[in-house]
């Protein structure tokens, strides 16, 4: 399995920006995809998160009511809609693909995009 982010790029706080996550391989049926944030000089902190087969959906608080997850299981991508951003959500968005459970620590995740800047100036 091989995860490939997309959609990152540069924006005014307020604004809007959309990642989104593809998976490659012929067989991809994940529990669970998350998206996971790493400012400069943070650790990676988890963000949001949705089970593959119901939909369910999971946030921090910090990005509760301004971020959405959604999937689209043919295309095998996982996006992640970024409403009314602030600099502090500036960082580097990373998907992973969790094949046993829905979780919001890192070290459950099996697999791993390369990740997308986001930078969002004040």
């Known amino acids: 399995v091989q995860l490939q982010a997309s959609g990152g790029g540069l924006v005014q706080a307020g604004g809007s920006l959309s990642v989104s996550c593809a998976a490659s391989?012929?067989?991809?049926?994940?529990?669970?995809m998350g998206w996971f944030r790493q400012a400069p000089g943070k650790e990676r902190e988890f963000a949001a998160a949705?089970?593959?087969?119901?939909?369910?959906?999971f946030y921090a608080d910090s990005v509760k009511g301004r971020f959405t997850i959604s999937r689209d299981k043919a295309k095998k991508t996982v996006y992640l809609q970024m409403d009314s951003l602030k600099p502090e959500d500036t960082a580097v968005y990373y998907c992973?693909?969790?094949?046993?459970?829905?979780?919001?620590?890192?070290?459950?995740?099996?697999?791993w995009g390369q990740g997308t800047m986001v930078t969002v100036s004040s």
């Open positions: 992973a693909a969790d094949m046993d459970v829905v979780s919001r620590a890192a070290y459950e995740y099996d697999y």
């Open positions: 391989g012929r067989t991809f049926n994940p529990y669970a």
């Open positions: 949705i089970t593959w087969g119901g939909s369910r959906t």
